[in-house]
């Protein structure tokens, strides 16, 4: 029994000090038809990214890459917030999320995002679709949900504005998503499409959308 113990506690270890911390000012990014600002925000410091000026409300990839980092598998933990902003689209839902093993020139990569105004919506089909998994940019998040309906998408509770701890582990060909404190994953993705690949990790947002993204740790 003793062994067992200190076995877990030895494995629980091992994935805590893991994580390292990464530093989020402006200039440890490279943006992506994005644009970033250092801030504090709901009592954390923290970056906003939104749309730039000609691209606001635009169906584009939009990220801020993370320079100098490299990632295949591990973890991926931070905090987030997403909302529409002021002048968005009637459909903008808050899209905020991670993308991961982003291509150098941003052609393609894996990404897991969030509809925040999804999570408390009257229509429960809409917040069935509160987290969704796609692959940029073969396997668009239509594309998946025509062919494989509810596999890549589920709810989870979530408002638009409010931060939201994000946990995303990568084994492989699969990921698992964790928010907030669940110990059970809230989106599992069993056929990454881009295969075991490495890229970087970078910060994503969709159209309309006014996200912060805060304490960033990165393991691998």
């Not at 905020?96 to 995002?113: L, N």
Request: aromatic letters at 12%; a positive charge; charged letters at 25%.
């Amino acid at each position: 029994m003793k062994r067992l113990i200190w076995a877990v506690f030895f494995m629980f270890a091992l994935n805590t000090t893991g994580l390292q911390a990464l530093n989020l000012a402006a200039d440890n990014f490279q943006t992506h038809k994005t644009v970033v600002e250092n801030t504090v925000y709901s009592g954390k410091k923290a970056i906003m990214v939104k749309e730039p000026a000609d691209l606001i409300n635009a169906d584009e990839d939009k990220l801020v890459v993370l320079k100098d980092v490299k990632f295949q598998d591990g973890e991926i933990e931070v905090w987030i917030s997403g909302e529409p902003r002021k002048d968005a689209i009637e459909q903008a839902r808050g899209f905020v999320g991670i993308a991961f093993r982003v291509s150098d020139d941003c052609s393609k990569y894996e990404a897991i995002y969030l509809r925040p105004t999804n999570g408390r919506a009257d229509d429960q089909l809409r917040r069935n679709h509160s987290i969704q998994y796609m692959s940029y940019p073969d396997y668009p998040w239509h594309r998946l949900r025509r062919e494989n309906p509810g596999k890549y998408e589920s709810y989870a509770d979530m408002e638009p504005g409010k931060w939201i701890k994000y946990r995303l582990v990568v084994k492989g060909t699969k990921a698992f998503l964790y928010l907030n404190e669940n110990s059970q994953p809230n989106l599992i993705v069993n056929d990454l499409k881009l295969g075991s690949s490495t890229g970087s990790v970078a910060f994503w947002i969709g159209p309309g959308t006014i996200a912060h993204f805060s304490n960033l740790k990165i393991s691998k």
